[in-house]
């Protein structure tokens, strides 16, 4: 302290020569109860944590700390990103499928524990820090090359110069220095700044060029970096193409083509037929059944109508059930539906209509009985937006059979109109007309009725044969069926229509009976 | 430059290099105990069926040979470096891989069950098996052109050939070394390491294909070589580790065999719990992203019933129990935790081996007789192993005394 009374000390530095020496040294300060102390060598020295008695370092729970958020961070973003913010369906995996999301996690494990060690050092090194008082001493220099040093700290406790001094020396040592503030100049040098600023300018140049060509009009065409980003060439839709012999260049699905979440591989649900039971009646017709839904032939729409209209009440002399040709789909509607008008190649299609007194294949045709959908409140309200859409115009709203096409056909007295079912009718309760025979009547038609099939979703056409169903019951439900709670306003509102037709018709026929001679 | 005392390099007559008398006289009834309870294990499993019966064979058999053969590895690799820390402990390594000649012996009954027994272990060999498993004729005529009887066991010699010219050779010259102390006799070995590794994992690879993964004929995957070899040299960690732990505990190589290389060890027996992992891992990522059936139906027989919880339990305690279990540095450093380690995680790596080859023989485990047959094989297999190695072990030293590096051995510590 004599030499360097007016700065402050940080410390003391002793020099050694050896890894041995230093090590020895080291043991020395450790037993004489120093803490704040350093030992620098050019390499890593064996033991010197334990002959430094420094402790174990708590960098790896650091390490272990961050790997574990690595680990939460990367499957929380994914399962965050690909199943709640944007779900998407990849390869058909499911939303939070583990396996893919293992590698990413790991990754981030290794990434996080990474950055927690490189970090995490730095931090329990008082880094960064861009100068220490023990460089003044131009003989630590030699730390990175052969010579050791050790340091103790003047923040430790037990800190007395002459005392350090004379242990030191009894080490072995022949160079021991007192670390003092650095006073050189911590200006920093002119140089850098002109640097930086050279840099910054540098940078701001591609700036200004774009803003200029943001900012200004041009007569030049623009400038296209990637000219296949900008003119990709592949083909848009509808355009024309030399690669098929067709000229699309769109291709047509490849038959056989089903849609995402359409695949309906229950032939039982997409017929409205037994099956099972079908194939024990007439098991060709089953088997063609199956041929006709699993290869559609390119010209046929996406779904072929199994059973074409029938037509017992109207023109019950077409009916040509009874034949094999009944069962082919095309054949039949070639000879009984012409508003599905599509030929078919098989013979049989020539075959004269079998006696009338067989009965007919949509008699003997072993129907689904039941609705294979569950029934619920859903089921049902899609049922009834669709029936909205596509049958209420002909069938009305309520089902009886007086929707708006019908009304204008009775106005204008149309001569081949045949007047849609009432769906209340007897003849189309679920006893006597079952549930799959009704999906096959809206997938395929009848009488003048086309075939939906091509615009309604199998899933859907069941939906419309639950509301209708919902429909019938509602015009021949007896006021026991509602709810007690109800039962009175209804009862109510009965009465009172029934109040108002009787005065409606009491007036007229007064009426009628004040001026009877004006009627005739 | 340590902060330990580093022992003194003792004379190679020093009783601490001998087998333990303790130990040595264990060896003729471990080996007769061992071929009686294997015997009765492969019994119990013959009541069963006879499949299960040489399943349960097999899952024994590839469980001392995966020890065997990671041990081969051990060795080679430590050469291939340069290793010093190991000299040490290579030794125990090196005992345990000439085992690889008397279980070419033990594989035998597998090779003659495929001989003369028609498809009683190995499906591919059932004449009907691909007309009863209706299977594409174009693809199994060119899978028998690999599986067929002649060629599987030209196969099997060669394995057999090259692992035991090699731990034979590296054997040899590291007992030779015990007597002349020639540095040469290290270069050689170092020399000759390069090609040795290429043989060993060539064979090895192609052995886990033909012994384990043909089991099942129609299932691939270009990754079950590693997957074996993985579980392989983990076990023969563990192993080293256990077998420096007991010749300790009776009285040989105190003072040579410090924390500092149960450290080491920890940290492979660590490492390889991951790499095993890894390996099982992206085995399993590869087949359940391709979703192919001709794949995936290896996973999912493997899901059903009680092999699923097998198959969780391999996830939870092969790799995420032993992975937390081994991290800390405080364990490695304390001989008897990491030894706990080393004999929980062979264990598990039998369960491991199980989970691959028992499915093949049944839907079922085989109820309680197959329990029993399939631990009275295991037991009895490595009961036989231990008893050769320490009969070996009785005719050498148990540490290679004069190792050129063992003073460097001995110095070393970890930072």
Known sequence: ?520 | MSEHDTPAVKIADDPAFKLPTSLSSLSMPLCIGGVAVLLIGWACGSSVSAKFGMSAYLTAFMFCLTIALGSLFFVLIQHLVRAGWSVVVRRIAELFMVMVIPLGVLFLPVLATLLFGSGTLYNWDDPTYAEKNFLPMAIWTEKLRWLNQGWFTVRAILYFAIWSALAVWYFRRSVEQDETGEKAVSDRMQYWSGPAIMAFCGATSFAAFDWVMSLAPMWFSTMFGVYIFAGSVLAAHCTICITSFTLQRMGALRDEVTAEHYHDLGKFIFGFVFFWSYIAFSQYMLIWYGNIPEETHWIFERQLGAWGWIGIVLILFHWALPFLGTMSRHVRRNAPLITFWAVYLLAMHYVDLYWMIMPEAGSSMGGFMGVVSSLFCVVGMTAVMIGLVLRVADQTKVAAVRDPRLQESLAFENI
């Open chain 1, 1 to 520: 302290m004599s030499e360097n009374n007016e700065k402050k000390v940080h410390g003391i530095v002793a020099e050694y020569t050896s890894v041995d020496s230093l090590l020895n040294a080291c043991r020395r300060v450790r037993d004489a109860g120093y803490k704040k102390t350093d030992a620098f060598a050019p390499f890593a020295v064996h033991g010197i944590d334990k002959a430094l008695g420094i402790k174990p370092t708590v960098l790896p729970w650091i390490v272990f700390g961050c790997g574990a958020v690595g680990a939460v961070v990367g499957l929380a973003m994914q399962i965050w990103m690909n199943s709640i913010d944007y779900p998407y369906i990849i390869s058909g995996k499911p939303m939070i499928s583990l396996p893919a999301f293992i590698p990413v996690a790991y990754e981030l494990t290794i990434l996080f524990a990474a950055f927690g060690a490189f970090f995490g050092m730095w931090a329990l090194n008082g880094l960064p820090r861009f100068s220490n008082p023990i460089f003044t001493d131009p003989r630590f220099d030699r730390v990175t090359d052969d010579r050791f040093f050790l340091y103790i700290d003047s923040k430790d406790e037990q800190f007395d110069e002459a005392g350090i001094r004379q242990l030191f020396g009894d080490t072995g040592t022949d160079y021991i220095q007192t670390v003092v503030d650095d006073d050189s100049s911590s200006k920093v040098p002119k140089g850098f700044f002109v640097a930086w600023a050279v840099v910054i300018g540098l940078s701001v140049i591609p700036v200004l060029v774009v803003l200029k060509m943001r900012l200004t009009n041009s007569n030049l065409p623009r400038f296209h970096v990637f000219f296949d980003m900008d003119f990709s060439p592949s083909k848009d839709a509808q355009q024309t193409t030399t690669l098929f012999a067709d000229g699309r260049a769109m291709r047509p699905d490849v038959a056989g083509t089903v849609a995402r979440g359409d695949m309906l591989i229950d032939m039982d649900f997409m017929t409205g037929i037994d099956m099972e039971a079908l194939t024990q009646v007439d098991a060709r017709r089953a088997e063609r059944l199956v041929r006709s839904f699993a290869e559609p032939s390119p010209q046929q729409a996406a779904e072929q109508p199994p059973v074409a209209a029938e037509d017992e009440k109207v023109a019950p002399e077409d009916d040509p059930a009874a034949t094999d040709a009944a069962a082919t789909p095309a054949a039949e509607a070639a000879e009984n539906n012409d508003s599905q008008g599509e030929g078919s190649d098989e013979a049989e299609t020539a075959k004269p209509a079998a006696p009338v007194a067989e009965p007919s294949v949509m008699d003997t045709t072993p129907w689904l009985t039941e609705n294979p959908l569950e029934l619920n409140k859903e089921l049902l309200e899609r049922g009834q937006t669709y029936f909205g859409i596509y049958c209420s115009v002909c069938h009305g709203l309520n089902g009886g059979g007086n929707g708006l096409v019908n009304r204008r056909a009775q106005k204008i007295l149309a001569t081949k109109w045949i007047p849609p079912s009432k769906l209340n009718q007897s003849t189309l309760a679920q006893d006597v007309y079952p549930d799959g025979k009704m999906f096959n009547t809206i997938s395929n038609g009848i009488r003048k009725m086309p075939g939906y099939a091509a615009q309604i979703t199998t899933r859907d056409r069941w939906a419309i044969v639950a509301y209708v169903r919902a429909l019938q019951q509602s015009q021949n439900a007896s006021i026991d069926e509602v709810p007690a709670a109800e039962q009175e306003a209804i009862l109510k509102q009965q009465a009172e229509v029934k109040k108002q037709l009787e005065e409606q018709a009491a007036a007229e026929a007064a009426q009628a009976a004040a001026k009877p001679t004006e009627k005739e």
